[in-house]
């Protein structure tokens, strides 16, 4: 389950020790179980992430990253902007999909710990002193599966994949390369958005 080198991983990616990438590792280690599937080379899975920008704890969204392989880069992790912690991941391969939420007993106490009051005091995670983050990233690691978490059923997830393409050109204007369809055209020349005005 969440041994040791994921945990350390983990923590070199994300940059720091706190509780929520460690919940996220928990979180998605879990899913994967129920579904049954393992870390996605490509994009197998799809992870869905209700966190929103700007909040607490958005750290959980690395931790999910790390274990499922649904990255950033990949683009196969997407945010739902509901300001929550639930992860709905999603087999491509079958449509089946399962969603895990942190127990609000979980969160709470994190909340209600010296680490969170530093933090929201302003101090960096980095800065926190190991005596205050590591028994709560303890706490995440060791938590048997059903004190921490809540684990839904699997379900049909109805999934449309997005055409994916390759098609690029360079704008006229500043001589980067852009995706085509998000190209403007502005006088009659193919521009990229920044260089069109154009909101989006
Ligand atoms: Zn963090
Ligand atoms: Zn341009």
Redesign the pocket.
Known sequence: MLDEELLRFGQRFHGHKCPAMPMGLRAALAAMEKLGVSRAPDGQLVALIEIDEDHCATCFADGVQVATGCTLGKGNIRKLHFGKWGLTLVDRRNGKAVRVVPRTEVMRRNKQSKFMELRASGVPASQVPDAVVDPLVEMVVNMPETDLLVVGEVYDHAWKDAPHTFETVA?E????M?VTRNARLLDGRV??I??SGYGR
């Open positions: 704008c204007a500043c001589g980067e852009v521009v990229c920044p260089c």
